[in-house]
């Protein structure tokens, strides 16, 4: 198993993610594109805490669904979160750079993208908790 202390940096990171984007929404910016893209980070970083924490195949990559096989190899019930991470994994992208199929994000894409990163946030806290972090 991995170093406590660095499983906390992890999940630090992803919290940050996570409470930036909540504020933000709270706050009523109407910056969608760039709420969204923080949920999928905290998602993203969430996932590569438990990879992390159990000495997992650690691959610098983005692509929630590939993090999620990852992690489906100590832990199958992973496969539940599918949805919710192909739901996040459009926000990568989309909302970083200017493309020419421009897509306009609205709050209710935000609030969905909070309810989807909040699924893997709980599901994998849930599952590390034996790191008391």
């Given amino acids: ?3 406590r202390e660095f499983v906390q940096k992890w999940i ?3 919290k940050q993610d ?3 984007a909540s504020l933000s929404l709270d706050e009523e910016f109407e910056y969608f ?5 923080h949920f999928q980070q905290a998602a993203e970083k969430y996932l590569k805490t ?7 195949e650690f691959r610098k990559i983005y692509d929630l669904a590939a993090l999620i096989n990852i992690c489906g190899k100590k832990d199958p019930t992973f496969n539940l979160l599918l949805e919710s991470c192909k739901h996040l994994q459009r926000y990568y992208i989309e909302t970083r750079y200017p ?3 421009e897509i306009k994000w609205k709050r209710e894409d ?3 993208a909070k309810e989807a990163a909040k699924e893997i946030t709980d599901f994998v ?5 034996l790191f008391n972090v």
């Fill in 12 to 14: 630090e990171k992803a």
């Fill in 110 to 112: 935000a609030i969905n």
């Fill in 50 to 56: 438990y990879i992390v924490a159990y000495d997992l």
């Fill in 18 to 20: 996570f409470d930036y």
């Fill in 125 to 129: 806290k849930e599952r590390i908790a």
């Fill in 33 to 37: 594109p760039q709420i969204c893209w």
């Fill in 99 to 101: 493309v020419v199929w």
């Fill in 1 to 3: 198993m991995a170093d």
